[in-house]
């Protein structure tokens, strides 16, 4: 049962149907919107974007706050259609909305930070100063894993800054983004100013967005090859990029690690969403002398792990998106056994529906496997193992990406060496979760570019504007 705000926004015809990826369920059909709309939506997000650039920062956080507010107060709504479209485990899907919320209550605060700077002159009767502006229309691409989150990440940002921002979130998962629309206007948000555009042609409007004059900022989170072709796109008009792209986070676990913290904080990197998260351990790195004591640990706790519909109170894993992330995971064990990895657990579809994988456990997979190489997105542990730091440091920097990494030691030496050799955008160690709206999220080499979240994540809205003042000798 959908709430009643979301009536507005269904349709009988010209239609995305949403599927519970737990049943297969046609749970509802969402109107969508044809080009010319969608360059109306344009035309009237940039209107209300001026005048909300004039509003003072603090009337702007005032409706952030309200915003915020009436996510929390809705929580357990929101986290319900959450589940239904995304298939998470209801009490991850509450997570995510709490986590959601963080980004547009921290925003609301960052907005009144963005301060310019008076810089010491280079002339006598002249004054350099620096304040800083809205970038202007903005847009983004937002993925089906954290369907709330990943907007709320880039628009209260944007709003904060002073910025009109159009969404089109994913085919799979527009009720939650359209919830937060609701959400804002019943805050006081200007009508028109945040608008979700949904459509079943993400190609062409990716395109638009990326090659439309009035919109000056592109942030997209998904795929580092949909992040390349949009990155290509947006050159025709120099438009600022944030992308937030593909992950393959090495997790490590060093010999003189405390092996039962780094077991459990392993199983909370790699199972969230069942594996379907860009920061999630995707390569288990393990030092050859401790593997067995890892194993030992690891394989009781993978196989207790309840599989089933998010909706259903034990459930700790459930279903992947849709057939085709099925498909591909199934492809990676399946070549991954045949070059030689060892399949300790799992291995295979889950009775629970033809969208469950098995909780997996794949040892001995080597560095130069596809798997290895390849972002899994799904419920699989691949097992690597490593004799010295410089061996385990040189796997975990093998690939393109560089978005997340993790490793437990309990060496200082050690902990300093390796957090400066790892090649990524965020390293925890000693920890299996980095996500906060209080840190800069973000990759380097092809998983990305810019910061979300954090005193970073605003600039991404902002422009830099230099004055200089003369003619103010006596
Ligand atoms: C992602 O998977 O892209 C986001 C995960 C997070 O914010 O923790």
Wanted: hydrophobic letters at 45%.
């Amino acid at each position: 049962m959908l709430p009643d705000y979301l009536s507005m926004f269904l349709a009988d015809h010209d239609c995305l149907s949403v599927e519970n990826p737990a049943t297969g369920e046609v749970v509802a059909k969402v109107a969508i919107h044809t080009l010319p709309q969608i360059y109306a939506m344009i035309d009237k997000a940039t209107s209300q974007g001026r005048a909300w650039a004039a509003w003072t920062a603090r009337d702007r956080a005032t409706v952030l706050k309200r915003w915020h507010s009436l996510i929390m107060d809705r929580k357990e709504e929101l986290a319900a259609i959450c589940t239904m479209e995304c298939g998470k485990p209801f009490a991850e899907s509450l997570g995510e909305i709490a986590y959601a919320a963080s980004f547009v209550e921290w925003f609301a605060e960052e907005g009144k930070r963005t301060y310019g700077e008076t810089i010491p002159t280079f002339a006598q009767g002249k004054r350099v100063l620096t304040f800083k502006q809205p970038v202007g229309t903005c847009a983004a691409i937002t993925p089906w894993n954290f369907p709330l989150a990943m907007i709320t990440r880039k628009v209260a940002p944007a709003l904060a800054a002073g910025c009109a921002m159009l969404v089109k979130p994913a085919e799979a998962t527009p009720l939650s983004a359209l919830a937060l629309e609701s959400l804002a206007v019943e805050a006081g948000l200007p009508q028109g100013l945040f608008r979700i555009v949904c459509t079943e042609d993400p190609v062409s409007v990716g395109k638009l967005f990326c090659e439309h004059p009035q919109i000056r900022k592109l942030s997209f989170t998904g795929s580092t090859a949909v992040g390349k072709t949009l990155l290509a796109q947006a050159a025709g008009t120099v438009k600022r990029v944030s992308m937030e792209l593909g992950g393959n986070a090495p997790f490590i676990i060093f010999d003189d690690a405390d092996i039962d913290a780094a077991v459990e904080g392993f199983m909370l990197s790699k199972f969230r969403n069942a594996g379907q998260t860009c920061v999630c351990a995707n390569r288990l790195l393990v030092h050859d002398s401790i593997r067995e004591a890892v194993l030992e640990r690891l394989l009781p706790l993978v196989r207790k792990l309840k599989v089933g519909p998010g909706n259903v109170q034990q459930t700790q894993v459930g279903p992947l998106i849709n057939r085709y992330a099925v498909q591909k995971v199934v492809a990676l064990v399946r070549d991954a056994v045949e070059q030689g990895a060892i399949v300790l657990e799992g291995g295979g579809l889950h009775p629970a529906g033809p969208q469950f994988f098995q909780p997996t456990v794949l040892d001995c997979v080597t560095a130069g496997m596809t798997i290895a190489n390849t972002e899994i997105f799904g419920p699989v542990v691949s097992v690597i193992s490593f004799k010295t730091e410089e061996e385990a440091l040189r796997i975990a920097n093998s690939t393109p990406y560089g978005l997340a990494a993790y490793f437990y030691s309990r060496d200082i030496g050690r902990i300093w060496r390796v957090m400066e050799g790892l090649e990524y955008g965020m390293v925890a160690v000693n920890e299996g979760a980095l996500s906060t709206e209080v840190a800069p999220f973000g990759g380097v080499k092809e998983s990305g570019l810019g910061r979300e979240g954090s005193h970073y994540g605003i600039e991404e809205y902002l422009e830099v504007k230099y004055s200089l003042i003369g003619g103010l000798a006596a």
